[in-house]
């Protein structure tokens, strides 16, 4: 199976910023790239995160139900 490479993840970091999580990933103890590989990873799979967004979704629908419902 041929899988094609995509374009490394990219965000906009302040100075502050990369040099708050150059000191995360030291204290992990893992390259930066590796680091931030596994924070985004982490965060893609949380189930917390899921039904979280699922929620506000369920919400903002039936705001606008409601609101349109009102007219």
């Known amino acids: 199976m041929d899988i ?21 990933a030291a204290v992990a103890g893992q390259p930066v790239e590796e680091f931030v590989r596994a924070a985004v990873l982490d965060a893609a799979r949380d189930p917390f995160l899921a039904a979280l967004d699922q929620a506000v979704t369920t919400v903002v629908t039936r705001d606008r139900i409601q609101h349109d419902y009102a007219r």
Do not use: D, G, H, Q
């Open 4 to 24: 094609a490479c995509p374009a490394p993840l990219f965000a906009s970091l302040t100075a502050a910023e990369r040099v708050e999580v150059e000191r995360a």
